[in-house]
């Protein structure tokens, strides 16, 4: 029985030398599957910390665009209301010119100017201007501010609140222009 204890023996250390290598080698295939596995879920981790870090950059690039955006509307708006508060004032003053101001203004048109018959000067209503008589006088409910000259069916109007409407665009630019340098 001794040479069945030895053939069973080898037979036995061959078997368990064989079972240490086959699991030597599933050991150092594991691991090096292991090892794949975790080298694919790092660089899937360093992808998705990637996309996240650029989708957070993407998000902060247009809150601070749109923050920049309604900045900018802010200042905007203000310039606008401003320029319109100015225009109010100026339209302000021209409707309370005193009636001193507005005949000081009427007396230096009619100084370059060749009174003909048939003139008139139109003013606004409720205006009364010490002017000689010699120069007829009607008034026009519509004329808010300054005065008209009427010759021959033609009216040269000085209506001052007409004038600033139509320069209106120039002179925003140029309140602007001065609002920015402030």
Do not use: C, W
């Not at 699991?23 to 790092?42: F, H, I, P, T």
């Not at 910390?49 to 900045?71: F, I, N, P, T, W």
């Not at 040269?156 to 409407?165: G, N, Q, R, S």
């Amino acid at each position: 029985m001794s040479n069945l204890d030895n053939i069973t023996h080898k037979i036995q250390s061959e078997a368990k030398a064989e079972a240490e290598a086959i699991l030597d080698r599933a050991q150092k295939d594991s691991n090096s599957y292991l090892e794949g596995v975790k080298a694919e879920l790092e660089a899937e981790i360093a992808r998705q910390v990637k996309y996240a870090e650029e989708k957070a950059e993407a998000s902060k690039d247009r809150v601070m665009a749109g923050a920049r955006l309604q900045a900018r509307d802010q200042v905007l708006s203000a310039q606008q209301d401003l320029i319109n508060q100015i225009f109010d004032q100026a339209k302000a003053k021209l409707i309370a010119m005193s009636d001193r101001e507005l005949l000081n203004l009427v007396k230096a048109r009619l100084e370059s100017y060749e009174p003909e018959t048939g003139d008139v000067l139109i003013l606004p209503l409720g205006r009364k201007l010490a002017l000689p008589p010699e120069i007829p006088v009607e008034y026009d409910p519509q004329l808010k501010s300054g005065f008209a000259l009427r010759r021959g069916g033609v009216s040269e109007k000085h209506d001052y609140l007409e004038i600033l409407e139509f320069q209106r665009d120039d002179l925003e630019q140029a309140l602007l222009d001065l609002v920015q340098k402030a």
